[in-house]
């Protein structure tokens, strides 16, 4: 097929034509340091702080509550470094759970040779947080919790306003990776209780290489950067201007239309759902009821989903499994893994996860090419 069926939208995106047509202008017209004081500076200036305000509103914070950073990876590491490194009198404690992206499990892990302990909360086999379970690892050391909003892998949407009342009432920093919730879940982040949120712009139609992080005024993470005043001292580096740009136009666009993508998806993802379940034995259900509305993640049991994978890209459909090519041999998804599935399962498992591109005739189209690579490959497994 000359088409390409993208359905990995979880990766990463494609950016929206009117994003780049916001940006254009700061290439190559408006291209002036925003640090410089003569007016073609202050015009870059104005973009950045205008952008702030757009992003401050979706957030309903303060503007000044809102740092343009690198990445999304970018964003939880000063988060979760950085707070840490500045509250170390307070405590040397950090909560976090096991089904977190890398950006959040290797910071976390990086910081216990710098002296800090840490407890991972456990999932129940829908992938959502244990509360009870984060509740009794809290210490009077805790001086930070960090669990996502959404998982990448499996859509799960976890329990934040919850989480952030028990963090407040105990004073403890209260960070989550926001990175799937954009243009699917609310950001209001005085609703969900968080002190820290992090967003990665190309997982919203917005460009690679630019993120986000929102710190309530009163938390002052030591940077992972040292150098100019840039972002008041959390994230010194000129600013991307354009990249800014885009990624407060990406916001906005993933919020104005959100109910009629809600709507679109969800009729998209059922189909998807209903037809693998109709047409496939032997499947299981990854992603849970409670979950955003673009993912759909399933194992196919006995086979392994990366023969899926590479059978589908064939006929030009882009998927993606959890697991991680380690040293030449396949990790299985620690995600899929935590939900107490089986060895067999977890490498099974495929993500489908879809945009407000995704058409019906694609979903029906890769229906029918799971069918066919999942029949095809039972045929000659070794499993059966
Ligand atoms: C993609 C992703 C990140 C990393 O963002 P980058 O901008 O690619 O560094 C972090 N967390 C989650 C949940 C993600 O899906």
Redesign the pocket.
Known sequence: MEKLVYLDN???TKVDHAVVEAMMKYFTEDYGNPSSIYTHGQRAREAVENARKRVAKILNCEQRDVFFT???????NIAIKGVARKYKNKGNHIITSSI?????LKSVEYLAKEGFIYDIVKVNEDGIIDIDHLKSLIKPETILISV?????ETGAIQPIEDIGKIAKEKGIYFHT????GVGKLTLDVKKLNVDML?L????FHAP????ILYKRTGINPIPLFHGGHHELNVRPSTENVPYIVGIAEALNIAYRDIEKHRERQMKLKERLKKGLIKNIDNILLNTPEKSVFNTLNVSFIGIEGESILFTLDESGIAISTGSACTSGSLEPSHVIKAMGRNHATCHGSVRFSLSKYTTEEEIDFTIDKVKSTVEKIRKISPYK
């Open positions: 979880n990766a990463t690198g990445s999304g990876t970018e964003s939880d977190e992206h890398h950006a959040v996502m909003y959404a998982n990448n990776d926001a990175v799937q992090s990665s712009g190309h997982k690679k290489g630019v993120g």
